[in-house]
Structure formats: structure tokens, C-alpha cells
């Protein structure tokens, strides 16, 4: 497909991440509580989300860089360079970022989460439960964290 026939796909922010991560997100982000505030128009849709011990994120990572399309995985340099596909480097033609949190907290409109690896005022453009599906003898390759 030719550039000038890819499509507008329209997505919608519906809501912003807060917390303190103004620049990077840190290493030990898993251990930390993040505030989502979902826009009112959508609060009707976390109707049934506090049933759920967990959810997936989808965040639109807007402070990335969307031109590399190469990284060393997790900045370590003696990783040989792998497309951006292959690993879950911020950095991507879409920055999208799919995250699963434990749901601390529902009030109102807000959720509160922990461990997103996401920065403060990042958009919010879609929630999921999150179900563990038994995958038998998953590959990855030899730099990919066992966690």
C-alpha cells in the first residue's frame, strides 16, 4: 500500500495518566500506582471494570519517537539491533503501549492502577480485562527478561 492510501483510523483519547514520571518511567514503575482519569463522556463504559483484579492499558505514546524503526533492546547496546516490532520499545511508527495493571481502585471516573510504564499526561485510548490464556512453552529471544 502506497503512503497517500494509508487511512485516517481516528482514534479517540478517552482519558490521561497521572503520576509522577515526567520524563522516564523507572525501572521498579511495576511496584508503583498510577491514576487514570477517563474523560465523563466514557465513565459508562467502566461499568463491571472493579469485578476485574486486572486490565490492559492502551496508551498513545505521544513523546515517542515515531521514525526509529531499529533499537538495542532495553538501550543495552551488546543486544544486537532489532526492529521495533520484535520488542516493546516505546519507540514506533504508532506508539502504542499495552500494559497490564492491577486495578487498585475504581472511584467515579477514575481508576487507580499499578505498574503502568506509562509517563505523566500520557492519553488513555483504551482499557480491556485482562484474561491469562495458557500458552505452552512461549519463545522469546535470549535478552528478553523472564517476567
Not at 514503575?29 to 467502566?46: G, M, P, R, T, V
Request: proline content about 7%.
Amino acid at each position: 500500500m502506497e503512503p497517500d492510501e494509508i487511512k485516517d483510523i481516528g482514534l479517540k483519547m478517552i482519558g490521561t495518566v497521572t503520576n509522577n514520571y515526567e520524563s522516564k518511567v523507572p525501572e521498579n514503575y511495576k511496584e508503583d500506582a498510577s491514576e487514570i482519569e477517563i474523560f465523563e463522556q466514557y465513565e459508562d463504559a467502566l461499568l463491571g471494570i472493579e469485578e476485574n483484579s486486572h486490565i490492559a492499558i492502551l496508551c498513545w505514546f505521544d513523546k515517542s519517537d515515531r521514525e526509529v524503526l531499529q533499537v538495542h533492546p532495553m538501550g543495552d547496546r551488546s543486544i544486537p539491533l532489532t526492529g521495533v516490532f520484535a520488542t516493546r520499545a516505546p519507540v514506533r511508527p504508532n506508539p502504542i503501549s499495552y500494559t497490564v495493571c492491577e486495578l487498585l481502585e475504581r472511584d467515579g471516573n477514575k481508576l487507580i492502577v499499578k505498574g503502568l510504564d506509562a509517563l505523566d499526561d500520557t492519553p488513555v485510548i483504551d482499557i480491556k480485562v485482562y484474561k491469562q490464556y495458557d500458552i505452552e512453552d512461549p519463545e522469546y529471544p535470549d535478552w528478553a527478561p523472564e517476567d
